[in-house]
């Protein structure tokens, strides 16, 4: 299971780190990625962190900003989100597959919940 925490609100400009603690199973070998959604919207990706060798890939509109990192020794995953705009605002999910192209295709297997991120202008 994951499970995902460290939303909140804050104001633009300002940060937030999200993380996805993983229990009952190691995910070690699984590649993790973090996607947001709003409200009448799709799931949309955001950040992967491949296992192997943790490259990472970044949708455009987060490049910059935010950066996903794991620690394998504590199971969980990060998305240390800075320069907060109104427009991230969005519940958060992580998830986890062994294919990496599932993760960033948003078909893995493992989801958390989500954790609400509001960020005020």
């Known amino acids: 299971q994951l499970q995902a925490y460290g939303g909140g609100l804050v104001q633009a400009g300002g940060f937030l780190r999200l993380s996805c603690a993983a229990s009952?199973?190691?995910?070690?070998?699984?590649?993790m990625g973090w996607f947001r959604q709003t409200p009448g919207k799709e799931r949309e990706f955001v950040a992967a962190?491949?296992?192997?060798?943790?490259?990472?890939y970044y949708a455009d509109f987060v490049k910059g900003r935010f950066t996903i990192s794991r620690d394998n020794a504590k199971n969980t995953v990060y998305l240390q989100m800075n320069s907060l705009k109104p427009e991230d605002t969005a519940v958060y999910y992580c998830?986890?597959?062994?294919?990496?192209?599932?993760?960033?295709?948003?078909?893995?297997?493992?989801w958390g919940q989500g954790t609400q991120v509001t960020v005020s202008s």
């Open positions: 998830a986890a597959d062994l294919a990496l192209n599932l993760v960033v295709a948003g078909r893995s297997d493992y």
């Open positions: 962190i491949r296992w192997s060798d943790a490259s990472t």
């Open positions: 009952g199973r190691t995910f070690n070998s699984y590649n």
